[in-house]
């Protein structure tokens, strides 16, 4: 099967108000516009059916700090345990739907179940991103996320790793050489931490600061270099 994955942990409340997470695996990105992705779950699930049920979902990315409890949401059952509970983990209402977000992840995606297909041990969840927010500290002055401050995890082949060196940019092999180094470059452009940074001194101290989630909207996305 296809390898490394972002191992995620979504979560979703049912109709009398309990919450529960479950961490999938088998999740990606499926359209940029509108936006979507898609989740696949065994039916044998206790998630399974709360959101076949409500139609709602966030998926929240995981993080270093967050590999425990990504773990633990994948080997227990919202059957026997509150998840939230065990892990210490915060409810963070959601804005556009009624399943609760994760506050302590960085990235809560909330998302509207547009259809389900049965495929075979899984079937596939498909459905429409509703809302993006991202914890304010992990942004940077030019509304862009700074994934490498945020710690995110990989998940392949039964093992969680955290994500190492930058090697490359979107379109990097065919730009034309810059006068500047790479790595000057890339440091410039937010997407290393500086040495200052990572000492907790700089502009990414004042950023730390800022604690609040922020909704990613239209202006945000319309900066991104590259879209796939
Ligand atoms: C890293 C990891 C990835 C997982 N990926 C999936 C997945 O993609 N689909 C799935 O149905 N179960 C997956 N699981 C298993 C469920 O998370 C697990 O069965 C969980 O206990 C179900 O929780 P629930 O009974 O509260 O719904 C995964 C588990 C782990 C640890």
Redesign the pocket.
Known sequence: MLYPLP?VMVSLTDKEGRS?I??????GTICTNPPMLSV???PE???YDIIKETGEFVVNLTTKALTRA??Y???????NVDKFKEMKLTKLESEKVKAVAIAESPVNIECKLRQVMELGS?SLFIADVVNVRVDGKYMDEMGRFNLKAADLIA?SHGRYYELGKELGSFGYSIKKTKSKTKKAYTEEKGGLRTKAASEGRGRDTKKKEDKSKTTVGKKVKGRRKAEV
């Open positions: 191992a529960n479950i961490t999938l695996a088998w999740a696949s779950i065994r699930r206790y998630s990504t773990d949401c994948g080997v227990t059952s919202g059957r899984h998940y």
